[in-house]
């Protein structure tokens, strides 16, 4: 008896100079950037529209007009749903879109931060165009495939992150311009029309001699 209730005494002494750490699980993580992101949107948007901007948010605000252009204006949607998405990871409905909505969504937005430069050439430097990022995408285009052919391949990749957010099949998107091109060329040959039978009216229209 002496001895277990001794070997019980030293354990609760190691217990008690040995305390256990803070332990974070993985909600505890989750839980925590979620709010961090959700913290940073709320800041971003206050940056973008408070008129009167502390040396923090001019400092925030000029990092991300760099990097990302005019996709500074889209980034509090982006860190609120990061946020959310985070927040509600661990809980019992978690708040997961799909991934094909989320890739088209992330191909989109690049493209067209991308494409902005692409196109407006000096003019998207400072802050003005697709910022650092969309400056260094096209750029890596220019060099690889030129002017025409990236913005080919812009284009493209346009459509397909279309596709992608909007969770439209190929099949839809053909009949789609299918349907379209025969309403512009039914559309020409009826212009075309018109202008044959102008022409014809007018040909036809006797000439009155001068009196």
Do not use: C, N
Request: charged residues 15%.
């Amino acid at each position: 008896m002496t001895k277990r209730s001794s070997s019980r005494r030293t354990s609760s002494r190691r217990a008690r100079r040995h305390p256990r750490g803070l332990r974070l699980t993985r909600a505890h993580w989750s839980g925590i950037g979620g709010l961090v992101l959700l913290a940073a949107a709320l800041f971003t948007l206050v940056s973008l529209v408070a008129p009167d901007r502390g040396a923090a948010l001019r400092t925030w605000l000029g990092v991300l007009r760099a990097a990302l252009g005019w996709g500074a204006y889209l980034a509090p949607i982006g860190f609120g749903a990061l946020g959310l998405w985070s927040l509600t990871r661990a809980s019992a409905r978690p708040v997961t879109p799909a991934g094909s909505r989320v890739l088209g969504a992330v191909l989109l937005f690049l493209t067209a931060l991308t494409l902005t430069h692409h196109v407006g050439g000096a003019t998207a430097l400072g802050g003005h165009g697709g910022g650092a990022l969309g400056r260094l995408l096209s750029e890596a285009l220019l060099r690889w495939l030129g002017w025409g052919g990236g913005a080919v391949v812009l284009i493209t990749l346009a459509g397909i992150a279309l596709i992608l957010a909007l969770e439209i099949s190929w099949a839809e998107v053909i009949a789609d311009v299918g349907r379209l091109a025969l309403l512009l060329i039914a559309g020409v040959r009826a212009r075309l029309a018109a202008l044959r039978r102008r022409r014809a009216v007018r040909a036809s229209a006797p000439i009155q001699a001068p009196l």
